[in-house]
């Protein structure tokens, strides 16, 4: 359930492992939650926020990291389409 390379690497463990789809939507919705946040506080004090949003998207990476792969190579479920 824990996967220590996708800590490290997060979307760049995801591309490597073939499993682009993921890699990039999990990303993009990072990216936009922060932007989000960006927009509504642009002054910077919610950068404990951004941090946690971060680490949560990191967190998701780590725990989903084995059972993507897994179906990815065993159930040949490749994503989403």
Same mark, same amino acid.
């Given at each position: 359930?824990?996967?220590?390379?996708?800590?490290?690497? +997060?979307?760049?463990? *995801?591309?490597?492992? /073939?499993?682009?789809?993921?890699?990039?939507?999990?990303?993009?919705?990072?990216? @936009?939650?922060?932007?989000?946040? +960006?927009?509504?506080?642009?002054? /910077?004090?919610?950068? +404990?926020?951004?941090? /946690?949003?971060?680490? @949560?998207?990191?967190?998701?990476?780590?725990?989903?990291?084995?059972?993507? *792969?897994?179906?990815?190579?065993?159930?040949?479920?490749? /994503?989403?389409?």
């Amino acid at each position: 359930m824990f996967n220590f390379w996708a800590l490290l690497f +997060s979307p760049l463990y *995801y591309l490597i492992k /073939g499993m682009w789809r993921k890699a990039l939507l999990f990303w993009l919705a990072n990216v @936009a939650v922060i932007m989000l946040i +960006s927009a509504v506080e642009p002054e /910077g004090e919610w950068n +404990s926020l951004k941090i /946690g949003v971060n680490l @949560a998207a990191t967190a998701w990476f780590t725990t989903r990291a084995n059972i993507d *792969y897994y179906r990815k190579m065993v159930l040949n479920d490749n /994503g989403w389409w």
